[in-house]
């Protein structure tokens, strides 16, 4: 089995739940003839054609013998490459609540783009504040999704006084 094959099984295993997942979201009066569950099981059924497909490619594609000992040196890079963005991502959770969300979304952009070849530059500072605002305009602002404001407004009162 190789990792396309893996990935493909997660995928199904990952469509199965959010299908049933979706199979459970209650009809109200104002449901349509789609329902609200409708394009969640959608999505549900397209990721697991998807996940077959590629688990499909996997298993009929042969892998040459020399390639073999690349494919696992490129496996542990991959490991490793995806254990430091799940780093990225618990340091984002444990810092939110200090940081507040837009000044840890604007660090977790900076760090990932560094993480993944980027340079600290002004441009990348940039592009972290101003990715940060979008997110939290889209998130705060257009569909009303309260993120921590972190310690901020305490501190701001605490300058008041």
Same mark, same amino acid.
């Given at each position: 089995?190789? *990792?396309?094959?893996?990935?493909?099984?997660?995928?199904? /295993?990952?469509?199965?739940?959010?299908?049933?997942?979706?199979?459970?979201?209650?009809?109200?009066?104002?449901?349509?003839?789609?329902?609200?569950?409708?394009?969640?099981?959608?999505?549900?059924? /397209?990721?697991?054609?998807?996940?077959?497909?590629?688990?499909?490619?996997?298993?009929? *594609?042969?892998?040459?013998?020399?390639?073999? &000992?690349?494919?696992?040196?490129?496996?542990?890079?991959?490991?490793?490459?995806? #254990?430091?963005? #799940?780093?990225?991502?618990?340091?984002? %959770?444990?810092?939110?609540?200090?940081?507040?969300?837009?000044?840890?979304?604007?660090?977790?952009?900076?760090?990932?783009?560094?993480?993944n070849g980027g340079t600290l530059s002004l441009r990348m500072?940039?592009?972290?504040?101003?990715?940060?605002?979008?997110? +939290?305009?889209?998130?705060?602002?257009?569909?009303?999704?309260? &993120?921590?404001?972190? %310690? +901020?407004?305490?501190l701001i009162e605490g300058l008041r006084r």
């Amino acid at each position: 089995m190789n *990792r396309d094959f893996i990935a493909g099984f997660l995928g199904l /295993l990952l469509a199965m739940g959010y299908y049933a997942m979706a199979m459970n979201i209650q009809n109200s009066q104002l449901a349509d003839d789609v329902g609200p569950g409708g394009l969640p099981k959608i999505y549900g059924l /397209l990721l697991a054609g998807f996940s077959l497909l590629l688990m499909l490619r996997a298993r009929f *594609r042969p892998e040459p013998v020399d390639s073999k &000992q690349r494919a696992v040196a490129e496996e542990i890079f991959a490991a490793k490459r995806g #254990l430091g963005i #799940l780093l990225i991502g618990v340091s984002y %959770i444990l810092a939110v609540p200090y940081l507040g969300y837009p000044l840890a979304i604007a660090v977790v952009i900076a760090v990932a783009a560094l993480y993944n070849g980027g340079t600290l530059s002004l441009r990348m500072a940039g592009i972290a504040v101003l990715g940060a605002f979008g997110l +939290w305009f889209v998130f705060v602002f257009l569909l009303h999704i309260g &993120q921590p404001a972190g %310690i +901020w407004p305490d501190l701001i009162e605490g300058l008041r006084r």
